[in-house]
Every structure is written in structure tokens, then in C-alpha cells.
């Protein structure tokens, strides 16, 4: 059973950095993708980035050259490293896994979810 779960949200001015990190159990990193969504009030999950299983990596165009995603395989976490935090990017962040070589930022690929972590960026 693929367990994850997010750690590092908190609050932070328009400018600044936050890094988020999900511990991830369950699954065999060579046939899953893991990725990164968020979800604003009243909004839809938005895809922000992700890994294929081959290592191959995808940002959304918001968050691009901003946000850098990576993945510890002696670890066995996933992070996203928020750089030049903006007032639009406060959402609550879940980490995500699919049992897909390849998911895209498509919500519907991914099939296991951390519970969550708030992230609020002030202006």
C-alpha cells in the first residue's frame, strides 16, 4: 500500500522560500510517477510538478524556472523546493503517486495521496 506524507508548509511574504518534502513508502520508484498538485479555495487540483518513473521531469508553466521538484531514492522522499513564492501560488499541497511509468500532471493518473500541507504566501 503506497503511503505518503507531507511535511514544510507554512507562511511566507510574497518573494520568499519554502521547501516541501513527502515520505513515501510503498511502491517501486521505477513504475510509479510521483508528482506534486495544489488546491486553492474554490479551485481545482492544479498539477505543478512531476517525475516519470524514467526520471524525466515536468513543471507547470506557473510554477516554471520558480519551483524545482527532486526525488531521494535513499531516502525515499519527494521534494519541491518553492522559490520566489507569489501570492497566487497559497494553496493546500499534496504530494502523489500512480502506478504509471507516465502520469503527467493529470489528476486522474494518480491513485495515492498524502493529506496535505498549507502553504500561504502574503503580499
Known amino acids: 500500500q503506497v503511503q505518503l506524507m507531507e511535511s514544510g508548509g507554512g507562511s511566507v511574504q510574497a518573494g520568499g522560500s519554502l521547501r516541501l518534502s513527502c515520505a513515501a513508502s510503498g511502491y517501486t520508484r521505477n513504475s510509479y510517477c510521483v508528482g506534486w498538485f495544489r488546491q486553492a479555495p474554490g479551485k481545482e487540483h492544479e498539477g505543478v510538478a512531476g517525475?516519470?518513473?524514467?526520471?524525466?521531469?515536468r513543471y507547470a508553466d506557473p510554477v516554471k524556472v520558480r519551483f524545482t521538484i527532486s526525488q531521494d531514492n535513499v531516502k525515499n522522499t519527494l521534494s519541491l523546493q518553492m522559490d520566489d513564492l507569489k501570492p497566487e501560488d497559497t494553496a493546500m499541497y499534496y504530494c502523489?503517486?500512480?502506478?504509471?511509468?507516465?502520469?503527467?500532471?493529470?489528476?486522474?493518473?494518480?491513485?495515492?495521496w498524502g493529506q496535505g500541507t498549507q502553504v500561504t504566501v502574503s503580499s
Open positions: 517525475i516519470h518513473s524514467d526520471g524525466t521531469i
Open positions: 502523489a503517486a500512480g502506478p504509471y511509468s507516465w502520469c503527467g500532471l493529470f489528476r486522474s493518473t494518480y491513485n495515492s
